[in-house]
């Protein structure tokens, strides 16, 4: 039972959860990015290239013969994949740069005094005014 304990004690600490929760969110977050490079902007690019569409470019290295399909180089698919990459590489720059400028404008915020000392300072000048 000592191994099954250890291995609680490792997959319950906070950051193999956060990895876990990450490794989740980004694979969802893939499936939205390939649909929108697939469905949006592969269309118009594909068009503006005169009707090519990336994923069905392939060279054929040997022809179908009876019953045996052809065997095909697909360097569409390849280009696909690259553009999916690039535009994700792109968003999560972007993601990361957005929070790592929030993360500088938390640390530049100068902090409020408690109001303890908000309250003496008040009392303070009030008593100067006198």
Avoid: C, H
């Avoid at 990015?33 to 690019?45: Q, R, T």
């Avoid at 000392?117 to 008593?127: G, K, P, Q, Y």
Wanted: charged share 20%.
């Amino acid at each position: 039972m000592a191994l099954l304990d250890e291995f609680k004690k490792f997959a319950m600490r906070g950051s193999v959860v956060d990895l876990a929760v990450g490794v989740v969110i980004g694979g969802a977050f893939g499936k939205i990015v390939a649909s929108f490079v697939n469905d949006v902007l592969m269309p118009p690019l594909g068009m503006l290239l005169g009707g090519v569409n990336f994923s069905a470019l392939a060279f054929t290295l040997k022809a179908a013969e009876g019953e045996a399909p052809a065997v095909l180089w697909k360097y569409g698919a390849f280009v696909q994949t690259i553009v999916d990459f690039t535009i994700i590489a792109f968003v999560i720059f972007l993601v990361v740069k957005a929070m790592n400028s929030m993360q500088k404008k938390q640390e530049t915020a100068p902090a409020a005094p408690p109001p303890e000392v908000t309250l003496l300072t008040e009392i303070r000048d009030s008593l100067r005014n006198r």
